[in-house]
C-alpha cells in the first residue's frame, strides 16, 4: 500500500452509502413486521446460507483478528454487508453484495515503520453482483463482477487502488446440509500502482438443526500473488454455531465461529480471528 489521502468525495461516498442501508433497514423492517406469511426458522436459516438468495438481508459482520503484526495487536473489522436482490425477468436475478468495511487498526510495528501508527474509518467498498437463475434447482450458481473502490480514509486502511475482476457462487441444498463456494480475483486496474492480483475463496459447509439451530464453517481463504513465495497464502481453519430467532416477525440470524491461520504471510497477517455475525433478514 502507498500513502497517500483519501479523496474527499470517496469518503462522501461511504458516508452517503451507510445512510442508505440506514434507510433501508428502517423501511425493511417495517415491511417484515407487517408481513403475514410465516417461515420456519429452519427454513430460513438455509436461505441465509445461500449467498444467492431471493432475500434482501443487511449483515453486521464483526471481525476480531488477534495477534496481528509484531505488536501481537487486535485489529477489529466491522463489515456491513447489504445483500439486495433485483428481479429481471421470470428466469433470471441479479443479486447485489456490497462490502463497507470499518476498521479499527492499532499499531501493528514498532517504529518507523508506516504501520507503527493507529488508524480507523472507511475501508475500501466491495460490490460484488451475481446473476442468478430465478428458478434454481438442487444446484444454485451465480456468475458477475466484481471490484474495489479506494474509498479508506487513511492509507493504512486500503491499497488506494481501483481493482476488477470475476466472481462466482455455486452451492448444493441437500437436507440439513447446504454446501459450496464462492470466488473472486481482482486485479488492479487504476490507482496509485499496480500491487493487487489477489484471489478469495469462501468454501461453505452448514449442517442445519431444529429451531433454527445450525452448525458452520466458512474460512475465507486468500492468496496474494504479487507476494514472494511462501508469503501468497492465507488459510484459516475453523468452524462455529449459528441461532436463527423472530422477534415478532423480525428474522434475526446469528453466528459465533473461530477460525486459526494454519497457513498466512510472515507479516500483517493474524493469528486467528473470532467472527460474530448479526444478520436482519427482509422477506420479500
Known sequence: MRGRTAQPWFAGVGSLLIGLLAVLLVAGLGRALAADEEESATELAKKTQNPVADLISVPFQNNFNFNTGSND????????????????????????????????????????????????GLGDINP???????????????????????????????????????????????????????????????????????LLIQPFVNYNLADGWYLTSSPIMTANWKADSGDKWTVPVGAGVGKLFKVGKLPINTSLAGYYNAEKPDSFSSDWQLRFQVQFLLPK
Not at 495487536?73 to 445483500?83: C, D, G, K, S
Open 73 to 120: 495487536a487486535t485489529v477489529y473489522i466491522l463489515n456491513v454487508q447489504p445483500v439486495i436482490p433485483i428481479k429481471l425477468s421470470e428466469d433470471w436475478n441479479l443479486i447485489t453484495r456490497t462490502i463497507v468495511p470499518i476498521i479499527n487498526q492499532p499499531s501493528l510495528f514498532p517504529e518507523p515503520s508506516k504501520f507503527s501508527k493507529s488508524a480507523f
Open 128 to 198: 460484488t453482483l451475481f446473476l442468478s437463475p430465478g428458478k434454481p434447482g438442487k444446484f444454485i450458481w451465480g456468475v458477475g463482477p466484481t471490484f474495489t473502490i479506494p474509498t479508506a480514509t487513511d492509507s493504512k486502511l486500503g491499497n488506494g487502488e481501483f481493482t476488477l475482476g470475476p466472481a462466482g457462487v455455486a452451492l448444493v441444498m441437500h437436507g440439513p446440509w447446504v454446501f459450496g463456494a464462492l470466488a473472486n480475483q481482482q486485479w488492479s486496474v487504476a490507482g496509485w500502482g499496480d500491487s493487487v492480483s489477489q
